[in-house]
């Protein structure tokens, strides 16, 4: 199966630091990968969609400069969060579908775990 | 109104019983449909995916769609407390459009 990589899983930082999540996706190519945002008991929430070799685009009342994302590559994504607060604090998912394949599957990854102390 | 919408749960049930859960849409743009399973402090994991309306089956979960009603179904039968988790509806119109998700179902299986 496609299998999506997410690194680290949990991070613990200080506020005002920045902070970085890769995305790989392992067994596929990936032109399009997702960054979402889950609070606990919430469903998921779309940050931004990124897009390989061009800018990502951010969902309404997502500050782009404070989550910069980067998809240099066909198999990664990260996800930058800058100048981290307490606020910042939550559970970040990325996800992606396979070049090619028109269908809609998403694969996500384990997730990451950020505390902003 | 959502354009997804799921009831939150949760849903307990016991060991062996058959689960169904369920989601209606609005958008009637929506082509792919597909149902993750969440456990706790984990990502989404693809279960089934489906486009067109009818049944689709893998094992002991089947997964329904009816595009006329905009009513999506997840059945899942002997179920296992191992199933317990949240179990998070999805569809998209297609291509590399983003995917809408329902707020997601907790089950619970009791042994």
């Known amino acids: 199966g496609a299998v999506v990589s997410q690194h680290p899983s949990w991070v613990i930082c200080k506020s005002g630091t920045s902070v970085k999540i890769e995305c790989r996706s392992l067994?596929?190519?990936?032109?399009?990968m997702f960054w979402y945002r889950q609070f606990p008991k919430q469903s998921l929430m779309l940050m931004a969609t990124?897009?390989?070799?061009?800018?990502?685009?951010?969902e309404q009342g997502v500050e782009k400069d404070k989550f910069l994302i980067n998809h240099a590559s066909l198999t990664l994504s990260t996800l930058t969060v800058t100048s981290a607060h307490p606020e910042d604090s939550s559970f970040y998912i990325c996800?992606?579908?396979?070049?090619?394949?028109?269908?809609?599957?998403?694969?996500f990854g384990e997730g990451s775990r950020l505390t902003v102390l | 109104q959502k354009e997804v919408e799921q009831d939150p749960g949760p849903l307990s049930v016991p060991e062996g019983a058959i689960v169904s859960l369920n989601c209606t849409y609005s958008?009637?743009?929506?082509?792919?449909f597909m149902w993750y399973r969440q456990y706790s402090r984990k990502g989404p994991e693809l279960l089934m995916y489906?486009?067109?309306?009818g049944n689709k089956e893998d094992g002991r979960f089947t997964a329904q769609v009816d595009k006329s009603s905009k009513y999506i179904s997840l059945f899942i039968r002997d179920s296992q407390p191992s199933d317990s988790a949240t179990y998070l509806c999805?569809?998209?119109?297609?291509?590399?459009?983003?995917?809408?998700f329902g707020i997601g179902t907790k089950l619970q299986v009791i042994p």
């Open positions: 990124s897009n390989e070799g061009s800018k990502a685009t951010y």
């Open positions: 067994d596929f190519q990936a032109t399009t």
């Open positions: 958008n009637s743009a929506f082509q792919y």
């Open positions: 489906t486009y067109s309306s």
């Open positions: 996800s992606a579908m396979i070049a090619g394949f028109n269908t809609g599957e998403l694969f």
């Open positions: 999805a569809m998209n119109s297609g291509g590399y459009q983003k995917v809408t």
